[in-house]
Structures are given as C-alpha cells and as structure tokens.
C-alpha cells in the first residue's frame, strides 16, 4: 500500500503562484513514477505533469514554461512549482504513484483556484 498526502493548493490571483507537495508513506520502494494530474469541474481528469525516480520529466503542452515538477527522493516527496497561473489551471490537483501489477494509487486531491 502506498499514502499519498498533498498540501499546497488555495486560491491565487491570475498571474500569481502556487507550490503544491505531495508526501508519499507504505510501500514507497515500489515507487518508480510520479506525478500530478487534475480534473477541472465537467471535465475529464488531465495529465499535468510526471517525474521518475531518475528525474526524467514530461509535461502536458498546456503548462509547459510555467510550471515546474521536481522530486527529492530522499524525503519521499514530488513537488509542483506553478507559475503564471491563469483561470483555465482552476481544478483539484492530484497526485498519483503508480505502481506496476498493482495500478495507480491517488491522493485525496488539492483544489487550486486561480481568479481572473
């Protein structure tokens, strides 16, 4: 089993910034890949961002140059460093570990909401 906790969401101004976190506890050595994905009211959950315990990272197009995801395994965390916020980045953040044989294990979610 794996936990996963987020923290860092809240209600920013347009063009402001955010810092989400996300600690990992239990089964964190059959963790290879996280990351963080979003859903935003009526639509369908959307990757965001991912990171491997190498530090190989992909981004979806729509946040590329204004967020940042990083990892610091040594603490079991994976962070998501977003800049230049606009309103269309308002949804629940969450994070997410998946693990193979088992299938992706989900934090409880982190609401962003970015005015305009």
């Known amino acids: 089993q794996v936990q996963l906790v987020e923290s860092g969401g809240g209600l920013v101004q347009a063009g402001g910034s955010l810092r989400l976190s996300c600690a990992a506890s239990g089964s964190i050595s059959s963790i290879n890949l996280m990351g963080w994905y979003r859903q935003a009211p009526g639509k369908a959950r959307e990757l965001v961002a991912v990171i491997n315990s190498y530090g190989s990272i992909d981004y979806a197009d729509s946040v590329k140059g204004r967020f940042t995801i990083s990892r610091d395994n040594a603490k079991n965390t994976v962070y998501l460093q977003m800049n230049s916020l606009k309103p269309e980045d308002t949804a629940v953040y969450y994070c997410?570990?998946?693990?193979?044989?088992?299938?992706?294990?989900w934090g409880q979610g982190t609401q962003v909401t970015v005015s305009s």
């Open positions: 997410t570990a998946p693990v193979s044989g088992v299938g992706y294990y």
